[in-house]
């Protein structure tokens, strides 16, 4: 069972699926955070039958300095300052605080299409062998070549590390 109950009540304890929202790296876009408007209002228009936790990690720096306003846009986002300024530090730290069975990490700068939370769900529900789902990425760009040195940059602009996933 995907939901935690409390025994023989029948009562829903908590959220079924934590999306987590993390800045991957630092750019003009989310500097002036328009990226992360945008996913936040993205993220409050999901179609989804189920509760659901939005957290948000930040950098302790840059929580002190995040509008009202865009909290409030995304109702229930919880916010979680961590000292650590790297992005896989702040997914691990987020994940970690996480209170739902199933955690969705989505980056500041993606905008998920309203049925995305849905979708991930069901396909973990029709699936339950699966312990991770990815759904389509699109990058910017006009062309596939374009699209593609996005994807290059990405790589090189954030290269992996070795660190703990919990």
Known sequence: MLAKERPGTGHYLGPL???VIAADHDTARHGDLEDLRSCLQALASQKVDEPV???LVESDERVR???TDLIAGLPGLRVLGVPHDGSYERKNAAVRA???EIVAILDADCIPVS???QSLINTLRSHPQYVAVSRRTMY???T???RSLWVLSRGYLDPAKEAPNY
């Open 115 to 117: 049925d995305w939370l």
């Open 65 to 67: 300095t995040l509008p």
């Open 98 to 100: 996480a209170q739902g």
């Open 144 to 146: 596939a070549i374009e």
């Open 17 to 19: 699926v934590s999306v």
């Open 53 to 55: 936790e939005f957290l």
């Open 140 to 142: 910017e760009g006009k």
